[in-house]
Each structure stands twice: as C-alpha cells, then as structure tokens.
C-alpha cells in the first residue's frame, strides 16, 4: 500500500486513498482502544487548589499499558506563584525527565512542568480562576 507521501506524489485512484485513509482510522483507534479512558486516579491537589466542578472534569490521570500518561480536569482558587507545586502524581507515573506544558489558564496560557517525582508545578500564570490540566499528554520513558 502506498504511503500518504506517495499518494500525493502520484496519480491515484479513489478507492487507494480510501484503502490508506481506512488503514489510518484503522492504526488510530488501536492507539486510542489502548487508554482505559475509564480508570483514571485522582491527581492529589495541593496549595490550595480545588476541583473547578461541573461541568468540567475532576483533576485526575490514566496510564496505558505502554507507559501514555494522560492528564484531564479544570481547577481553581490555587496559590499560583511561579514553582508552587499544585499537585502530585506518583512518581511511577511521572516521566523520567522533566516534562513542560503550555495550558489554558483563565483567558491566558501558563506554564506545567511535571517532575521526575510526580510534582506537578506551575509557572506563569496570570490568575487562578480557572487552570485546565486537559491536553497533557507524555509517555513515560
């Protein structure tokens, strides 16, 4: 089957582009059906952050059998000075090296970096009304 590069580099017919889109699909939803969307923990909250509440979901993360770590939730209220420490993963779920994410943070974006011991830190922040950990994503290597 010809790969997506050659597909556009040559004359195709409709129906190979439809065999390698559904190969795609195919190759995608394995990768999703790995993630047990259903078993996540909580994330333990600290500096006085707190669940935002509905409708967005609680603080909390999942790991699939091949080391994907997946982050979800929305809090708030949470002291937010550069390197407070507004939570912790344990240390078995979080990456060997420092991990740094851009989030949403009210109408602006602030700093994530998760450590090697599950701290998980916040930089940059310009209010604490809203912080969004949905998005985070990072394989444990």
């Given at each position: 089957?010809?790969t997506w590069?050659?597909?556009?580099?040559?004359?195709v017919?409709?129906?190979?582009?439809?065999e390698?889109l559904?190969?795609?699909?195919?190759?995608?939803?394995?990768?999703?059906e790995?993630?047990?969307?259903?078993d996540y923990?909580?994330?333990v909250?600290?500096?006085?952050?707190?669940?935002?509440?509905?409708?967005?979901?609680?603080?909390?993360?999942?790991v699939?059998?091949?080391?994907?770590?997946?982050?979800?939730?929305?809090?708030?209220?949470g002291?937010?000075?550069?390197g407070?420490?507004?939570g912790?993963?344990?240390?078995?779920?979080?990456?060997?090296?420092?991990?740094?994410?851009?989030?949403?943070?009210?109408?602006s974006?602030?700093?994530?970096?998760?450590?090697?011991t599950?701290?998980?830190?916040?930089?940059?922040?310009?209010?604490n009304?809203?912080?969004?950990?949905?998005?985070?994503?990072?394989?444990r290597?």
């Amino acid at each position: 089957m010809n790969t997506w590069k050659n597909l556009f580099a040559t004359k195709v017919t409709l129906e190979e582009v439809t065999e390698e889109l559904d190969r795609f699909i195919g190759e995608f939803n394995h990768l999703v059906e790995t993630i047990n969307f259903n078993d996540y923990s909580s994330i333990v909250l600290l500096a006085d952050w707190v669940n935002h509440g509905l409708p967005y979901n609680e603080a909390s993360y999942t790991v699939n059998t091949q080391g994907l770590v997946v982050l979800k939730g929305v809090i708030k209220n949470g002291r937010y000075n550069n390197g407070v420490i507004i939570g912790s993963i344990p240390s078995a779920h979080a990456p060997k090296h420092t991990q740094v994410f851009t989030v949403v943070c009210n109408n602006s974006t602030a700093r994530i970096d998760i450590e090697p011991t599950g701290a998980i830190k916040i930089y940059n922040a310009s209010s604490n009304l809203l912080l969004s950990l949905d998005g985070i994503v990072y394989v444990r290597t």
